[in-house]
């Protein structure tokens, strides 16, 4: 799930382009002050990294991770502060996360460097095992 996509436009702007693998779709979110993506995984993992690759310009100064198991309440795991490289570029931040076991992985990006609050992620991806 998502907060939001610009314009309620899915086809084009839609969750499923952070994990389609092109370098051509992204998710974008409409403009607001704190968006999210939360990801429930089908079996329990542990998480150790993830990735995000922003369009510059469009990223977040921090991001909270927030997980959980099955039946739980979601628990702070730790802030990440990624860097906006440029505002012509697409910034790749890998973060080391301490490894967790969770069913649910809430990220909130926090603050955006765009002026109306909106976030452009190409590439998401949680690494761990399972």
Known sequence: RVSSVLNRDVKQFGKKHMFDASEETCWNSDQGTCQWVTLDFPRTVKVSQLHIQFQGGF????????????????????????EDINAMQISFATFQVEETVLDKLKITFENSTDFFGRIVVYHLGVLGEK
Do not use: F, M, Q
């Open 59 to 82: 990223s977040s100064r921090l991001c909270t991770l927030e997980g959980c198991r099955a039946g739980e309440e979601p628990v702070k795991i730790c802030d990440l502060y990624p």
